[in-house]
């Protein structure tokens, strides 16, 4: 798990502050929910991989003590011993609550336990970390944050729209110039799998599908064989591989592949929707495309699926998201759709950085630095500190009379571009000796000139 | 653990972005350090009671098997069994990493971490939630916030000046028009232990002055004798309880007290610095009070001692703070001289609260409404909605049809304060409905005009 420096938390901060600026501006509101929930609000919700993912927190006290000091675990030696079940059974006795995995589960519960107090539909946005028990490696960290603003309660394909444009508005606001928004329909999913005859192949058809751009066409025919598709069947699905063109074009193969399934052309109509509302609102700098192939979070996503990826970078999907007909269901609030997306923050983080995307403004920490000189003099800085802070100018008077060269080394390490200078002269003279630290240029000043000078 | 509502998200965040705003203006810069340190970093740093209050993090996989299915569980019912041993060992077995229980080990850690890094004086700003196993009671919770800013690697009491003036910029910042910081000093502690000959009872003796206030001077006179002090020690100790008047007098008062003491004398040159050079800078609507009975955190605070509490609202302290010679030597740096100061976040929200402090602003959300009347319609909104946002206007349009009541209850619901109604008449003119929410107006305008009535 990681530290964040000064300088990596400001970026952050610039990321997470134009993420929220946007949020707002499209009507979000902010939510947050507890680090930990209780254990069986998460366990059962993320597969089998996901649960052994899950960070649990152990019992406390009492409750710990007789976890631990119990008749059962007397079982652990004999022969006959189940190990699998002592294990769950003992995790479910020691500990008692987990940390949030992911923001959505925490949001289905939220939802329903104040489902009384919430306008719906309900847009919220919530920016927290979450964490999972995942070998660590580049791109992939134990904790991380999501900023999550989804729709609930509304099945209005508006709202997919309006989700499109904050995608736009967003990473084009932290300044990416190329950015694809890949857009595909778990309906159109659904009709594939129904047009060759084997609805109930969806998953493994998808998972094969998915992979076409990495493995290429024949690896995906084999995968599909083995994964139990006849030649005949095969044959059904190849003209979904020679899909291509503009959106429109391809919207149109995709038509006539799926003129016999009704949900598929569903799913083609509401593509066509929010293609075409989008395109008459027009976009900043994302490219919106249709990619059927793309298939993410096929567990629960029923409608539009969303993918982000960069054009300028490489570095997979920086955002997702998607439409999920019942969310909810699982805690008991049944026939609530909503839409929602993600932005991954550390991902996007890496990509501005490798683009040298944060603007200097960003980083700017501490403008002026007071050199100190020794009591006297300190004592007269701290009236201009004041003043300066009045101009909501960001200063600091260095605390100790160190010599001159550690001082300067201190507004150099971080990045200060005023430093005042006061001894006997400037106290006399009521002005304060300026410098420019990136210029070098040394001059006279008094306090508003000071002011006027840190604020050009 | 609380949820956090949107209208109580954004008063909490009124009160994050204030003290952050006022941090950054004293030259404080933010890190972040991970929600789970390894186990060994935080216990035994919190003395018994805080070890029992840490929330820890169950192993996972392989290790915790090993943990769970270990021959020495076997031992769990034998009748020579040390069930403490036992719970200690397996505790430690268990549970690899543990929740932050505070944000001052963690940044201790940072520090002797990254010291290679760090341009010192390190001022740094945490702004983080952290976790204690306490029963959850009013004001105290189970996950709740510290703001912290700590200075160190700096001797200077120009620091503690610096604070003081910060307490009173971020309270003052808040709407608080009254409130006490408590200034006190360790070294006068220990003069006071000095001067009636039992400078090793420093601890009791502290804790029964700590009470004066609550209990009164009799039953603080017994608490003293109970914890040890001979009759003629108890008399030595009187003059203390007499000390009043104004900061000036106290000193005064003081002095003659500790006289003979070495530490009293410099810890009461101390205070005399922070109050002369604060009282030079004036403060804004803060009050500064020498309180020789105040002892928080005497457990490793070495020079002054910070408390603030509130004059108009019955609350405990809301903030609190104090100088250390040495923080980071358990992590093996020694000689880290530091003070910092905390806002505890909850106690604060809650006293601004009860006194209705926080702005209409602090919780405004969507601020125009577009009422949906229909396809063509939404679409027709959908570009006024961009322009509005393009001109920084929170703006939404509801997504689905509903009937007009449904979505007037929306506006109300989220306190929205312009409505827009548009359909066939406003599409062929160009204009548009407009409602003011609270005077019920209706008017007709056009898009600037919208922009300008909403920026009013």
Redesign the interface.
Same mark, same amino acid.
Request: aromatic share 10%; charged share 25%; net charge negative.
């Given at each position: 798990?990681?530290?964040?420096?000064?300088q990596v938390?400001?970026k952050r901060?610039y990321i997470f502050d134009t993420i929220r600026r946007s949020f707002? @501006?499209?009507?979000f /509101?902010?939510?947050?929910?507890?680090?930990?929930e209780n254990r069986e609000t998460l366990t059962g919700k993320y597969g089998d991989e996901g649960d052994?993912l899950i960070?649990?927190?152990?019992q406390?006290?009492d409750k710990?003590?007789k976890a631990?000091?119990?008749?059962e675990?007397?079982a652990?030696?004999k022969s006959d011993f189940d190990?699998v079940a002592?294990?769950n059974k003992?995790?479910s006795n020691?500990?008692d609550m987990a940390?949030r995995y992911d923001l959505t589960v925490p949001f289905a519960r939220?939802v329903v336990?104040?489902q009384n107090?919430i306008?719906?539909?309900f847009?919220?946005y919530q920016i927290q970390?979450v964490?999972r028990?995942d070998r660590p490696q580049k791109g992939r960290y134990r904790?991380f944050y999501q900023c999550d603003a989804d729709?609930i309660g509304?099945?209005?394909i @508006?709202?997919e729209? /309006?989700l499109v444009?904050l995608f736009d508005?967003v990473l084009s606001n932290l300044g990416m110039k190329s950015f694809s928004i890949k857009l595909n329909n778990r309906k159109i999913l659904s009709g594939i799998s129904e047009v060759i005859g084997r609805p109930e192949k969806i998953i493994p058809i998808t998972v094969a599908i998915d992979k076409l751009e990495k493995i290429g066409l024949e690896k995906v025919n084999e995968e599909l064989s083995q994964r139990g598709l006849s030649a005949d069947e095969l044959e059904k699905i190849q003209p979904l591989f020679k899909i291509q063109g503009s959106n429109d074009e391809k919207l149109n193969q995709l038509s006539s592949f799926l003129k016999d399934s009704e949900i598929g052309l569903k799913g083609i109509e509401e593509t066509k929707f929010i293609l075409d509302?989008v395109n008459?609102?027009g976009l900043n700098k994302a490219i919106l495309e249709i990619d059927v192939t793309l298939a993410r979070g096929l567990d629960y996503y029923t409608g539009a699926i969303f993918e982000v990826v960069s054009n300028e970078a490489k570095m997979g999907s920086i955002c997702g998201g998607g439409r999920y007909a019942d969310l909810t269901g699982i805690f008991g609030l049944k026939n609530m759709s909503g839409v929602g997306i993600s932005f991954g923050a550390d991902r996007i983080y890496d990509v501005m950085e490798e683009l040298s995307l944060f603007p200097e403004s960003a980083t700017a920490?501490?403008q002026v630095?007071f050199i100190?000189f020794g009591e006297k003099e300190?004592?007269y800085c701290?009236?201009a500190l004041?003043q300066l802070?009045a101009e909501?100018?960001?200063?600091?008077?260095?605390?100790?009379a160190s010599k001159m060269k550690k001082q300067m080394?201190?507004a150099n390490?971080?990045k200060i571009p005023f430093v005042v200078m006061v001894g006997e002269d400037e106290m006399n003279s009521g002005q304060l000796s300026l410098k420019n630290m990136e210029s070098g240029e040394q001059t006279t000043v008094d306090i508003s000139k000071l002011i006027s000078s840190v604020n050009l």
């Open positions: 798990m990681r530290d964040f420096s000064p938390m400001a901060n707002q @501006l499209y009507g /509101e902010q939510i947050e929910t507890p680090t930990m052994s960070f649990n927190v152990l406390r006290g710990l003590s631990l000091v119990n008749p675990l007397k652990a030696n190990e002592f294990f003992n995790v020691l500990a940390l939220y336990q104040h107090d306008a719906f539909p847009k919220r970390p964490w028990a904790e729709i509304s099945d209005s @508006l709202n729209v /309006e444009k508005e509302t008459s609102l920490t501490t630095l100190n300190a004592g701290l009236n004041q802070r909501n100018i960001r200063a600091e008077l260095y605390p100790d080394k201190y390490d971080k």
